[in-house]
């Protein structure tokens, strides 16, 4: 749903300006699960699980990555954004 992109890119910007914050990307559907977690240091966590079927399989990825990332990630969900806005307001 947008309402959920547009949060995780609201939160993206504030892990890129703290370096020290969380962002999560967690939708209604149990399939995806995005945790991106920023450190002092300049690191970023990124934590994925990822299900074709909740109830049976789980899926987890982990990778490392630096702030450098964060700013294409922000204008590209902007971009979505801005082709699909939210409309009304999330529960």
């Known amino acids: 749903m947008t309402a959920e992109?547009?949060?995780f890119r609201d939160e993206l910007r504030m892990v890129?300006?703290?370096l020290d914050a969380e962002a999560g990307l967690w939708t209604i559907e149990?399939?995806?699960k995005v945790r991106i977690e920023a450190k002092?240091?300049?690191?970023?966590?990124v934590e994925?699980?990822?299900?074709?079927?909740?109830?049976?399989?789980e899926h987890h990825f982990y990778l490392e990555l630096d702030q450098t990332y964060l700013p294409l990630a922000i204008t590209?969900?902007?971009s979505i954004l801005n082709q699909f806005p939210v409309r009304g307001q999330p529960d």
């Open 48 to 57: 994925i699980e990822l299900t074709p079927d909740h109830m049976t399989q």
């Open 40 to 45: 002092a240091t300049g690191a970023i966590v």
């Open 16 to 18: 890129y300006d703290c």
């Open 5 to 7: 992109l547009a949060r």
């Open 76 to 78: 590209q969900l902007s």
């Open 30 to 32: 149990p399939e995806l």
